[in-house]
């Protein structure tokens, strides 16, 4: 479902990505591979290599590196949790864009899944989710 904006005229794909508590809305232009985060360069808003690894990594796996240029707007959780969830987001959106050729190389390789773990609650007694104080028998 490709879409068009009002101020510009060019197409773009969207999706949604989700990982803990962060969630991410990715566009991808036709264009020559700059990616954007929260009107950030990639490599200015994520300080990690391992990050820029885990954005990019639906890209490499597609060939569309040099492709698509690709903003992205990630709230919430922590560095991790949005850079899990812009690759969600993603991969979404290159499926949207050519369902044929991308969706099983994506879906193979756990792109298209979303990674349901969040963090367990704290429960009333102990000091953290599972932690209890020291047991003393006297």
Known sequence: MATKTKTSKSVFFYGTGRRKRAVACVRIYPGKGNITVNDKELNDYF???TLKI??????ELTGTTAAFDIVCKAVGGGLT?????IRHGIARALVK???ENY????KKAGFLTRDSRMKERKKYGLKK???ASQFSKR
């Open 47 to 49: 300080a990690l290599d």
């Open 54 to 59: 885990i954005v990019k990594q639906p890209l």
């Open 81 to 85: 949790g949005q850079a899990g969830a």
């Open 97 to 99: 864009a050519d369902e």
């Open 103 to 106: 969706k099983p190389l994506l």
């Open 129 to 131: 989710a599972r932690k």
